[in-house]
């Protein structure tokens, strides 16, 4: 049976580039073999990721949706996903003539989003809204009533 093509599969170029990042299949394994290749877990699991479907609605096209929710799961706990987007941001940056592991970053504090107010958000010193009588009055508790 020949397979649905959808936008999210990996095209050859792509997945000669991602192939040689995936774990290689230990020599001496010993369990059944395997039934669905790496680029087809990977095709799923990039399906996923872009529809945002629950892995329980794949398209029949696709492996058993148990079968790549293991691989998926193994290969984060593993880190094979956080390797891959590591050589992946190296070989890019230098194919851009830039230092590929850069010493360290810049963050633009004055385009990051606050609070609206400025300090805090609310019954702070800072806050920029005023206040009403009431509002501003301090209440205690006594056993026998509020005073």
Not at 22 to 38: F, I, Q, T
Not at 81 to 106: C, T
Request: glycine share 6%.
């Amino acid at each position: 049976m020949r397979r649905s093509k959808y936008p999210t599969d990996l095209s050859d170029t792509e997945w000669e580039c991602l192939n040689a990042h995936l774990p290689a299949r230990e020599k001496r394994n010993r369990g059944r073999p395997r039934l669905h290749s790496p680029r087809q877990i990977l095709d799923a699991v990039f399906y996923v990721l872009r529809s945002g479907c629950p892995w329980r609605l794949l398209p029949r096209d696709f492996p058993p949706w148990r079968t790549l929710y293991h691989w998926f799961r193994r290969w984060r706990i593993e880190g094979t996903f956080e390797r891959l987007n590591a050589a992946l941001r190296e070989s890019l940056r230098v194919r851009s003539g830039r230092n590929p592991k850069p010493s360290a970053g810049i963050v633009d504090s004055q385009s990051a989003k606050t609070t609206e107010v400025g300090g805090e958000q609310r019954g702070g010193t800072m806050g920029a809204r005023r206040r009403s009588m009431a509002e501003s009055a301090t209440f205690w508790w006594t056993r026998r009533a509020w005073c």
